[in-house]
RNA sequence: GCCGAUGUAGCUCAGUUGGUCAGAGCAGCUGAUUUGUAAUCAGCAGGUCGUGGGUUCGACUCCCUCUAUCGGCUCCA
């Protein structure tokens, strides 16, 4: 029998070894570290047998796939553990994840944060005992017995959900689990441990649902890479764009204004117009035109859009007029209002594609559990904007946008994004409107325009909206949390309930076909995700305060004004720290502030006209004239902002 | 909305078993200093201890309500 690895070297084997054994015959230190085997493509238990060639991938901590078992295996040992020390307990489910592990638990006891060090301890304490994992195969009706004596209604609803075949059982120790594993060999290659949080989670996902215990956690196997994993952590916590908002003085909550709705501070909205401009002029070479729309509109509008019927209920309670009673929404999104405005004239085959975008500010109504920062608001200007395009032109207009949102990305350094093609849940149809064909046009349109760009997608199906599928673009935040940024829609309904309509060469009425697409998805989670990024070292462009003046004494300030004003014309965007300090002392005040170039004028500069620049993080770099400084930031600006190609 | 945790001055945080515990540093203000590349010195002022109830002779401390925030779940046009 014939053994294949994935370097391409072949060995010969006695047929029924299995990956451990092969593991062990390559070197004792292999069959130590080894945590799962993948046999012919598929995951399998390190003890099973191989009996014919093979293609085998023996995977360590460094493999994705090492780290699953190794997690895996530790929700098991977590587990056990909570076994002994709550006999009581019930368990749902328990994963890997991203980073470590969870266990879903019902205990009559309830579990806290306080007791997680207890069960950290009982969990090394097992795992020190080398408990191995034995695979039991048993029949579905076998496994449905085994839990209905011990009255689990959680796994039994799980078995429930299995197709008829082999069940498989693994046991750690004194814990038992249905699990289709694979696991690693022994609990005690798992070293350090840390279970991070409490939180709730609703049985299978589903609110309506007994609301479980979710312990989350992650193992190591060594004692230094949980370290790091800490230190990373803290060093995230840094970056978390709430605090940097706070301190860089950029936004601004208050409850009395009410939750989820920012004020956005003196910094942080030249920031956000500097951001606003940039893609107004992206668009602009688009051939997008700017549109300004009320912030409410009559509830009429969203009952033809479809909006009211979806999401009515759970939106903010509608405004009425004192004297005749009429109802209007708080504006939750611009496209009927763009609708109304591409109705407002007949429009031509030969006007088309058209294209409305505006910094549009929407409303909606999150529930309180979900707001988060600037992430997730109820209040946030969309950076919205609506192509009217034909049939004909769909293809390469979706693909001008996924030009726009790549230029975007590349100007601002967003190396790091997932592309996730949001299609319409399989089953569940009646979550969308619209029919099957239009649907099909426009995922297919969607799916074709990114294969031709040549972006590396995912397909996600039920992500769509419920009037159209998405390109979505995602990025994740400081602690790895994943954010949908830029987002390009494809709809062929609301043109229809609109009855829009352009008269084509055949001098017949058409019906024209929507993009919705907002490249930054939100202005507030835009500037959120870039201030975790940049750890709040903007780019030079964007930067609310360029440089700053730091006069040695007071009695440079009048010198340090005239500077200023000289920069200011100049368009460097640069202030005076005339406070009356000691020159160490303002240079730190403004490091920390995060301001690129300190200029510091003393008897020196003011007798010879110049400013003494210091770069942020670079130290020194020689005396120059304001006007010299003014031409450099310029030239700097300038490679950040590259043409359009 | 649900589960859990947290809420002390503008910010970051101390506050022992309920009894001079309302504090510190930074920021602010005033004064002195007039400074050459990451914190000059001194003084002053700042808080109904998130809100509203309750228990108690007495509550920042214990209990309940509400509210906001944080970690998740659900949701996300």
């Not at 215990?213 to 193992?219: D, N, P, Q, S």
Request: aromatic letters at 10%; glycine letters at 8%.
């Amino acid at each position: 029998m014939n053994i294949t690895f994935p370097d391409g070297s072949t060995k010969e084997y006695n047929s029924g070894i299995t990956g451990l054994e092969i593991a062990e015959s390559i070197s004792p230190r292999l069959a130590k570290e080894v945590l799962s085997v993948t046999v012919n493509g598929d995951l399998h238990d390190l003890r099973f047998p191989i009996t014919c060639d093979a293609t085998v991938i023996l995977h360590k901590w460094e493999d994705a796939e090492g780290k699953k078992a190794f997690w895996h295996s530790s929700s098991h040992l977590m587990a056990e553990a909570l076994q002994e020390l709550y006999p009581k307990i019930k368990f749902g489910i328990g994963p890997s994840i991203d980073m470590g592990f969870y266990y879903d638990v019902d205990s009559p006891t309830p579990i806290t944060e306080a007791d997680l060090a207890k069960i950290e301890a009982k969990m090394l304490e097992l795992a020190r005992t080398g408990e191995t994992f034995v695979r039991k195969d048993v029949t579905k009706a076998q496994a449905m017995d085994t839990y209905t004596k011990k009255g689990d209604e959680y796994k039994l609803d799980l078995i429930g959900g299995l197709e008829d075949g082999t069940i498989s059982f693994y046991t750690n120790g004194s814990f038992t689990d249905l699990c289709r594993g694979p696991h690693i060999q022994s609990t005690d290659i798992i070293k350090a441990i840390k279970l991070t949080s409490v939180a709730g989670a609703y049985w299978r996902g589903d609110e309506k649902n007994k609301m479980l215990t979710r312990i989350y956690g992650i193992t190591f196997p060594k004692k230094s890479l949980l370290d790091e994993y800490l230190t990373m952590l803290e060093e995230a916590k840094l970056r978390d764009h709430r605090k940097l908002g706070k301190e860089l003085e950029l936004f601004h909550f208050s409850a009395r204004v009410g939750q989820g709705l920012p004020l956005w501070l003196p910094k942080g909205a030249a920031l956000r117009e500097r951001l606003e401009n940039f893609l107004k002029n992206v668009q602009k070479s688009y051939g997008y035109e700017q549109v300004i729309t009320p912030h409410i509109g009559m509830k009429d509008l969203y009952v033809t859009s479809g909006h009211y019927a979806k999401y009515g209920a759970d939106s903010f309670q509608p405004i009425h007029t004192p004297a005749e009673g009429e109802e209007f929404l708080l504006k939750p999104m611009n496209c009927p209002h763009h609708c109304e405005i591409y109705k407002a004239k007949p429009r031509s085959y030969r006007d088309l594609p058209i294209r409305f975008a505006e910094f549009g500010t929407v409303y909606r109504y999150e529930q309180s559990g979900e707001l988060h920062g600037l992430t997730r608001v109820r209040g946030f200007t969309q950076d919205d904007a609506h192509l009217f395009v034909r049939p004909d032109q769909l293809k390469d207009e979706f693909k001008k946008v996924i030009d726009i949102v790549l230029y975007i990305f590349k100007t601002l350094d967003f190396k790091e994004f997932n592309a996730q093609i949001s299609l319409r849940d399989k089953v569940n149809r009646d979550k969308y409107i619209g029919t099957d064909e239009n649907w099909e046009k426009a995922e297919n349109a969607i799916i074709e325009a990114s294969a031709e760009k040549g972006l590396n997608t995912v397909v996600e199906y039920g992500e769509a909206a419920f009037y159209g599928p998405k390109l979505d673009f995602m990025v994740r935040d400081a602690i790895g949390r994943k954010w949908q940024l830029g987002t390009i829609q494809v709809d062929y309904n609301l043109p229809e309930r609109f009855e829009l309509t352009y008269t084509g060469a055949d001098d017949k009425q058409h019906r024209p076909i929507m993009i919705h697409r907002a490249p930054f998805g939100s202005m507030e989670r835009f500037v959120a995700v870039l201030l975790e990024h940049t750890a709040g070292r903007f780019p030079l462009w964007l930067t609310p305060e360029q440089a700053v003046i730091l006069p040695i004494s007071e009695k440079f300030n009048d010198y340090a004004d005239s500077v200023a004003k000289k920069l200011n014309i100049l368009s460097v965007r640069c202030s005076v720290d005339s406070r009356n300090e000691k020159i160490g002392r303002k240079i730190r005040d403004n490091e920390i502030k995060r301001i690129p170039f300190l200029l510091i004028v003393g008897e020196n500069e003011a007798g010879e006209g110049t400013i003494s620049v210091r770069k942020q993080g670079d130290g020194d770099k020689g005396a120059m004239t304001p006007e010299a400084f003014a031409k450099f930031i310029d030239d700097l600006v300038k490679t950040e902002i590259k043409p359009i190609e």
